[in-house]
């Protein structure tokens, strides 16, 4: 396996490789690295970060809450509460 590297600006949908018959039938791998984010891909990491604090919220108010014992049978909890809804 070789790697052929080279850096363009892209300003279109395609990218135009140089000698590209050698690679015709062949399998690639292609790796695009982008210097800059654009809004489109730092919204989901914004979002993230929201997510995250938001559960760090929940934590340190929990914190405050009582413990729950582990030998609680959550399925049977889950099972009775749905019997006595439905």
Not at 36 to 49: A, R
Not at 60 to 84: A, F, G, Y
Request: one cysteine or more.
């Amino acid at each position: 396996m070789y790697a052929i590297e080279f850096e363009t600006d892209i300003t279109g949908n395609f990218i135009e490789l140089k000698d590209y018959e050698q690679l015709l039938n062949k399998h690639a791998k292609v790796i695009v690295l982008v210097d800059e984010m654009n809004k489109e891909t730092e919204q989901p990491i914004t979002q993230t970060i929201k997510q995250l604090q938001q559960f760090n919220e929940i934590i340190s108010q929990r914190c405050n809450l009582p413990k729950v014992s582990k030998e609680i049978d959550i399925n049977t909890l889950c099972n009775e509460i749905n019997r006595d809804i439905f």
